[in-house]
């Protein structure tokens, strides 16, 4: 067989008599796979994000119940350290996973590899040294969180919660990594086995150990030591994506990791700042009395920050594959969806919290102290006003981020949780006193949501526009639709300066590779789909074949049968595509199966 015989019989016009010009369906940049994708990684983002405020819940129920409002004082002080901890749990959980990404894509293993060494190194090393200064210091750090006659009580939760610091760290970014690996059910497992052990050690310390606070913080953190060991185990024996060796550890990962992590610094960083200006403003305003309403609204706002970060988080990794292949259309698609999503779930929440505010806001106090449930339950309707204009700005924030301008998300992250909420809040409440000041969170939200609006119709379309590529896209869900595409793309590269064997080839592997994955790897009961790309550069041209089926490596299976001798007939189809390629990459992520061709 050779390649003069196959571009002769090769003919992509066999079933063009069939369509009718406009009537074809398949040309998707917003496709039916990205979306199912974008659903599929929003609930996986939001089980992990979830395990944080699930946490916190179950330590303000019981420390409310069993405890009474003192505790929950020492808890609401507290929360400035708590989001200090996560910004820097993020900056290395969401930098190596951004990182990481983009280097499977590229099918560069051992790069990746690097990368999650050089992280579990890093982040091992950062997370011994905040435990020992927290633990050395707690009683410095009380002093400065303003508890006051308190300090005792939250110098202790302080001491018992630095023991869990390296292994929460750790945990998050094990569940990043899994969630390129596709890990479902450990990343469930893991989550489960967080909650399980920390609701237990709270009942534990309640009815038989009675160590008051500081017993719910040592509880939380023998719940992460578990979880990390469960996860530990699995992902340096079992993990088929990555291999964490001390000898791969490469500095300039370092530099990669923090650069793609800066923005989560930011965010968290400027809650840290937020969450101590309003307890002081609370303090000197409102009186100590008004934490407790403002920690109800703060678990609240927690959770609704799981189902907004989900979606969030979700499109900031595939606009980034997205912007990647400068698929401008299917960028839109997904920026479109997201918002449309987001803001039928933030409606539906604010309408339930409203209903149910008042049972909401007695769950997380003792039966004694009932007096401050009218006024969480009327923080709670005031902060529903905040959710649409919250989720719809994240989603914003995360896009923007996702087409290459970090840097404007990590200024406006300090710009509006920190100077515009700072001045609304600070405005609002001595006008209008306690609504006024969860007001403000709306305020701040509406401005996020126009500016970041203006920028993505105003600015981002530039960013898409590269002289150097062109790049087409396709959706293919059967037989007939596979031809036609074949068909279209040659015609496409003829019009933009491809050579004819170039164009032919490129047709001829659509039509081969997509007719062994439909007639191989297509489910009835599952919705498959083929996502087909061609990228024309200036020194190259590159196909890129996705698929939601069963995970099947052509490159690794050509490779067993050069060494089969009963094979020597079969993958008639691998066997033309591998020599008359440049190159075949193929990766696996997200549960996707990747197919980088060049001609």
Aim: aromatic share 10%; glycine share 8%.
């Amino acid at each position: 067989m050779t390649k003069t015989w196959l571009l002769k019989t090769f003919r992509p016009a066999g079933l063009r008599n069939r369509f009718k010009s406009g009537s074809m369906s398949s040309h998707k940049s917003n496709n039916q796979i990205l979306n199912n994708l974008f659903f599929q990684l929003c609930a996986i983002n939001i089980l992990i994000n979830m395990i944080q405020p699930l946490n916190q819940l179950i330590d303000t129920i019981i420390t409310g119940k069993s405890l009474g409002a003192e505790a929950l004082q020492v808890y609401a002080l507290f929360l400035p350290v708590n989001s200090f901890l996560l910004a820097v749990s993020c900056v290395l959980s969401k930098g190596v996973q951004i990182t990481a990404s983009h280097q499977v894509g590229k099918g560069d293993f051992s790069k990746s590899n690097e990368t999650v060494s050089t992280a579990f190194v890093l982040g091992t090393m950062a997370a011994i040294g905040l435990s020992v200064i927290c633990f050395i210091f707690s009683t410095q750090f009380a002093h400065m969180l303003g508890a006051g006659s308190l300090s005792p009580e939250l110098s202790g939760y302080l001491r018992a919660y630095s023991i869990g610091i390296m292994p929460a760290i750790m945990l998050d970014t094990m569940m990043c990594l899994m969630q390129i690996e596709g890990r479902k059910k450990l990343v469930v497992a893991g989550s489960v086995c967080v909650l399980i052990i920390n609701a237990l050690g709270d009942l534990a310390n309640v009815f038989f150990f009675h160590k008051g606070v500081m017993g719910m913080a040592l509880a939380t953190s023998l719940a992460n030591i578990a979880a990390c060991l469960l996860l530990g185990v699995f992902f340096i024996f079992k993990s088929k994506l990555f291999k964490v060796n001390i000898k791969n550890t490469n500095i300039i990962c370092v530099r990669h990791i923090l650069k793609n992590g800066l923005p989560s610094l930011a965010y968290y960083g400027s809650l840290v700042i937020r969450a101590s200006f309003l307890n002081i403003l609370i303090l000197n305003t409102l009186g100590k009395e008004a934490l407790v309403p403002m920690l109800v609204f703060t678990n609240y706002a927690l959770f609704a920050d799981v189902l907004i970060g989900g979606h969030g988080d979700s499109v900031l990794v595939l606009t980034g594959i997205l912007f990647g292949e400068k698929d401008k259309k299917g960028s839109a698609s997904l920026l479109r969806i997201s918002i449309i999503s987001g803001t039928v779930l933030m409606l539906i929440i604010g309408i339930l919290t409203v209903y149910f505010s008042r049972p909401l806001a007695e769950l997380m106090l003792n039966k004694n102290e009932l007096n401050f449930a009218s006024s969480s339950a009327r923080a709670l309707i005031i902060a529903t006003l905040y959710l649409i204009p919250d989720i719809i700005s994240c989603i914003e924030k995360k896009y923007i981020q996702g087409i290459g301008n970090g840097t404007y998300t990590t200024l406006t992250n300090f710009v509006y949780n920190v100077v515009v909420m700072g001045l609304m809040a600070f405005a609002l409440t001595h006008f209008f006193g306690f609504d006024g000041l969860f007001v403000s969170f709306t305020g701040c939200y509406l401005v996020a949501a126009i500016f970041n609006s203006i920028y993505i119709i105003f600015f981002s379309s530039s960013r898409f526009e590269d002289g150097q590529q062109k790049m087409i896209s396709y959706t293919i869900n059967d037989l007939p639709e596979c031809i036609h595409v074949s068909e279209e793309i040659h015609k496409y590269c003829l019009e933009n300066g491809i050579d004819l064997k170039k164009s032919y080839l490129l047709g001829l592997f659509i039509e081969e590779v997509g007719k062994n994955i439909i007639t191989h790897g297509f489910n009835k009961k599952h919705n498959n789909s083929i996502i087909v790309k061609v990228l024309i550069s200036k020194d190259r041209i590159t196909l890129c074949i996705k698929d939601n089926c069963v995970l099947f490596n052509p490159v690794h299976y050509y490779d067993t049968m050069k060494t089969d001798p009963d094979n020597i007939a079969g993958g008639i189809g691998i066997k033309m595509l591998m020599k008359l390629s440049k190159n075949v990459t193929y990766t696996t992520s997200f549960k996707l199966n990747n197919l980088l061709i060049e001609v």
